[in-house]
């Protein structure tokens, strides 16, 4: 009998560096069935009890892992090798939340101890001189997850807008044109959908000048109660780009993107699962009247 030796694992944070993307996203998405596995062989004849800790933080939200102590498979005498593993999933954790959280950082910590039950039932504690613990780590997220108005916002450079050095030389500027017009036709099979706004931004007087609005440019496509995808959807949509956005787009300095992301049956927050076989085409139309002055 080696005893109750107990170790602390000392606490230790891992930073995700994810802070600067999460900034320019709003909205809901968990990823529903994330797993981590460690399958491992020991050969040492100690039974030995692991509490783990993990707290992921994002803003002023908190995840714990609510994983429960657990003993590690070990080998009985007159074995010298057993072969196991361990699994942290949503069955026994928080594991989906903390993921979907998502994270800025994780706080780990946590313990170890010998012979959790003490000296009772014979306790025969054995370590042979060749005696390992070998261990290997799976990390499985399936493609199963919801997404509830999950916004995605960028700001770039007007490029529409021409150059002061070219622009006397230039006969094609962006407010020559009297219209430019999108017909897109969509088929869509998987079950994600999507919305689309450009919007011409004026940062010095912080005013919004045009705004195209793409809604449901691309429609997800209906699943059963498994989430898998019954049938594709079509999707037709008609963007605008008319005289008065180009010669908006003379005075803005920059353009903002704000894409909307959903899945089928957002409102529910049904789980929807992707397989190789989805597919998803379309075609577009354009017409283009430009009104070029040399």
């Known amino acids: 009998y080696f005893g109750q030796l107990q170790e602390e694992i000392e606490p230790d944070t891992l930073i995700t560096d994810i802070e600067d993307i999460l900034e320019k996203i709003t909205g809901d998405f968990h990823i529903s069935n994330p797993s981590i596995k460690v399958n491992y062989s020991n050969s040492f004849g100690v039974p030995v009890m692991v509490t783990l800790n993990a707290i992921g933080r994002r803003d002023n939200k908190t995840v714990n892992l609510g994983f429960a102590p657990f003993v590690i498979d070990y080998p009985e005498y007159p074995l010298q090798d057993i072969s196991s593993y361990l699994k942290i999933d949503k069955t026994n954790s928080n594991l989906p939340d ?9 706080t780990f910590s946590g313990s170890g101890q010998m012979n959790p039950t003490g000296p009772s039932e014979g306790r025969n504690n054995y370590v042979f001189g060749n005696s390992r613990f070998l261990a290997s ?24 807008k021409s150059d002061e050095e070219d622009e006397d030389d230039n006969p094609f500027k ?18 994600l959908g999507a919305s689309l706004k450009l919007v011409l931004y004026d940062s010095i007087t912080q005013r919004h000048l045009k705004t195209i609005d793409a809604s449901d440019i691309i429609k997800p496509a209906e699943v059963d109660a498994s989430g898998k995808v019954i049938k594709p959807v079509e999707t037709f ?6 005289k008065d956005f180009f010669e908006a787009s003379s005075d803005a300095d920059n353009i903002i993107f704000l894409f909307t992301l959903i899945t089928s049956d957002e409102n529910n927050k049904k789980d929807v699962k992707f397989y190789s076989d989805y597919r998803i085409s379309f075609k577009a139309i354009v017409l283009f009247k430009p009104n070029i002055i040399f």
């Open 174 to 191: 962006a407010e020559n044109i009297d219209l430019l017009s999108l017909k897109i036709t969509v088929s869509n099979g998987f079950p």
């Open 98 to 106: 903390l993921v979907s959280l998502p994270p800025v950082e994780v």
């Open 137 to 160: 780590l799976e990390i499985e997220v399936p493609m199963e997850f919801w997404i509830n108005n999950l916004q995605l916002a960028d700001t770039v450079d007007n490029f529409l």
């Open 237 to 242: 949509t008609n963007i605008d780009f008319n």
